[in-house]
């Protein structure tokens, strides 16, 4: 199936700084590309949907402020975590829409540790 | 999109046939129902996906009634490694429409 890499697979900051985590559709073109959050034991809860070009659409709840995505070309879409706290540490995950049966495929997850 | 219902674990020795089923009622036309593993610290991965009636691949079948209100997932012979949360979902054929996920199922396989 297609593939969506994300980069880094975990990281660790500190409160107050800002860390950047990166999705790459590889084999396909992804003009929309989805954001989401994962709390240990929990389900995969939608932060945002990221469109090439355009501004993103956040959820409710979702800070865009704080989440800010850029998705500035076909294969990447981009989340900063500004001004981190611990209560944003969590698993992060993007995921595709890719062509042939619009199937949607994503990412290998991002570990957010902020301490 | 359609909320979809499915239990929340479920227990299986290894080698048996496991059957998953989801329902999603107010399912539309142009939704697509479709299944992902998750693995701990792992991304979903995608296992299969279906309009209606049966598809079938190389690791489940996917059985979808004529009134699309429900769906089974049927994983044959099971093992450990099955071990996962087994999520269903409504995908909608539209390039901005997100996946909403449900809690899944936690399939526990024991030896």
């Known amino acids: 199936g297609a593939v969506v890499s994300q980069h880094p697979s975990w990281v660790i900051c500190k409160s107050g700084t800002s860390v950047k985590i990166e999705c790459r559709s590889l084999d396909f073109q992804a003009t929309t590309m989805f954001w989401y959050r994962q709390f240990p034991k929990q389900s995969l809860m939608l932060m945002a949907t990221?469109?090439?070009?355009?501004?993103?659409?956040?959820e409710q709840g979702v800070e865009k402020d704080k989440f800010l995505i850029n998705h500035a070309s076909l294969t990447l879409s981009t989340l900063t975590v500004t001004s981190a706290h611990p209560e944003d540490s969590s698993f992060y995950i993007c995921?595709?829409?890719?062509?042939?049966?619009?199937?949607?495929?994503f990412g290998e997850g991002s570990w957010l540790t902020v301490v | 999109l359609a909320k979809t219902t499915q239990p929340i674990s479920m227990d299986s020795y290894e080698g048996q046939e496991v059957n998953i089923t989801c329902s999603h009622n107010n399912i539309a036309t142009n939704d697509y129902i479709t299944w992902y593993q998750q693995f701990p610290s792992q991304g979903p991965r995608f296992i299969i996906q279906?309009?209606?009636t049966k598809v079938t691949n190389e690791v489940a079948s996917l059985f979808i009634p004529a009134d699309r209100k429900s769906s089974t997932l049927s994983l044959p012979r099971v093992s450990l490694s099955d071990t996962a949360v087994y999520y269903c979902l409504v995908n909608r054929n539209s390039g901005n429409t997100p996946l909403v996920f449900g809690k899944g199922t936690r399939l526990s396989v024991i030896a």
């Open positions: 995921s595709a829409r890719a062509g042939a049966g619009n199937t949607i495929y």
């Open positions: 279906g309009y209606k």
């Open positions: 990221s469109n090439e070009g355009s501004k993103a659409t956040y």
